[in-house]
């Protein structure tokens, strides 16, 4: 153990835990012998919060979202909307080194008063952003799949399996949090003991040629305390109630008919036991459960929310699946584009998982004026993530202060890379008159100054060199923020291609269907796809890639040919693609 516990250390290239949770006060629990971190902001202060704030700022904390890919945004978001947290996927770790990463979160964190929650998908296996992304190299089976993680120890040694499983968890949780990640959706709850389903691999269902619905709550109630120990990480039971052998919901609608007993008496098992264990978050699946609410996903179903609050006592955070994946596109459309952030709320959720919300925070706060949704729910999921925040040490007294920063925002473009000159161009937009600098994250030195002219426009230059670099951007008065320069390789690659099926159509040629094949199957829930007219470069649909790399999206035929061009679009490395769909 203590050699694996050295490798996992040396994996945060000489980071202690300790160093990296500075500003962290701790205390000595002398009867338990061991330190635990004293909790910085009291119930009065958030409730005086609660009261005192704008309803679009609290309505900016029940936002997760994926995290804005060009230089700055994720800055100026946080800072602009109170967005509770980001998400962090493959494109937000690759190509950087470590300290370069935790830079990074510590950019987003500045950005804003109240501290963001910063979530991952690091369940293990084909679900391990850390490995995918190449941030941290596997570890054995640290990152592995929980049922690998058990199976591979049992036969080593009868009775070893938990063990590893819960060492792992403990292990990683402390590699998240030094690296500046406290939240991870993770464990997963689901249960299948069927092979040849999408969540079989994911879940803990037929482990060793056991079917049995307690020995996965028995894992769960297990898990969750080694997940969230200390408070570093807060962990997440998904996907409520349970996706059992339904169809993946990254690419579409995915129905059960199981009976509401047989939810209640079985899947929920493994929830009820993560609750009673103190799991902090539970997230709700895209499934529709015809026995429950045959007419909403769960995600924004009241009937599903109230079976989690009041069936199994739940008091923590309810966040829904990303509301980008398909099922919940098709669900909109057909419903004449309703507005499921608004939907998701009223729905019982305290977050919402979506990129939307510029337009959602104005939708969800008309909807509370027009006495659709109440301000009571509204202050009650609030107070939850900020008890959440709380439990994991991230606010003090002046995160909740309301005075006015009344800071300003760079506006950046991405940045441009010249192959000839193996060149790096910075450039955005800022108030005529600002001294920047540009500070290297890495050595610490201003390596660039500059003024900016009367234009507003600026623009610098660096050499690409063979290692990523890493910049803070700072301006008297404004928000600093994070620039990445990729390495030569990265910045000058060799484009990747992905797979596009031939289109087809529904039977009245209204309808047409693209879909296609990511060839790394890693990308899995991470990376998204979309769909352009090529003639206007508007989006005309969007897909998360799914289970083995599949995707699909539904495009509308029109009177004409249309060329659609599909696009990875939080990835640089795969070279877009066109398609044709036929006119009617």
Known sequence: MNLFKKAVISTVAGMTLAGCLGGITSQVDAAKGHKTRVTRVTEK????????ASL???IGQMYVSRTPQQPGVAEHDAYKYNLGGFIVYDADLQNY?????????AS???AERIPLLIGIDQEGGLVSRLTHSGLIPQNGDQFKFPRDQYENAEKTQKGSGMKAVTKYAHYTATLLRSLGVNWNYAPDADYSDNPKSFIYQRGFGGVMGKQSYQGEANYISQVIPAWQHDNLIAATLKHFPGYGDAADTHTGFAHTDKSKADIESKDML???????????????THVIYDDIDPEYPASLSKKINTLLRKDCN??????????????????????GNAPVDVLAVK???????????????????????????????????????????????????????????????FTLKDVAYNRKDKAAVIAGTAKKGTHLSLKNTDTKKVVKKIKVGKSGNFKITLSVKEDPQNFALVGKGYVSVNVHVQSDKVAFPVLKKFTLNAVTYNSDHRIATISGKIPDAGEEGSLIMSFLNAATNNAVGSAVVGKDGNFSSTVRVLDKDQQIKVVAQNNK?????TVTVKAK
């Open 270 to 284: 493994s929830f009820k036991a993560g609750i009673k264990a103190g799991a902090d978050s539970v997230m709700v």
């Open 108 to 110: 987003y964190q500045n």
């Open 56 to 58: 679009k700022q609290k």
């Open 45 to 52: 202060q958030i409730n005086n919060y609660i009261k005192k």
């Open 573 to 577: 490395d795969y070279e877009a693609q």
């Open 314 to 335: 739940f008091k923590g955070v309810i966040v829904t699946d990303a509301l980008e994946m398909g099922a919940i596109k098709d669900f909109a459309k057909q419903h």
């Open 97 to 105: 080194t470590t300290n370069q990463f935790k830079t990074k979160m």
């Open 347 to 409: 729905a019982g959720n305290d977050m919402i998982m979506t990129t939307d919300y510029a337009t959602g925070i104005p939708e969800i706060a008309a909807a509370v004026k027009k006495g659709e949704i109440s301000k009571t729910q509204i202050n009650n999921s609030v107070r939850r993530i900020l008890n959440m925040k709380n439990k994991l040490h991230l606010l003090k007294p002046s995160s909740l202060s309301l005075k006015k920063q009344n800071k300003r925002t």
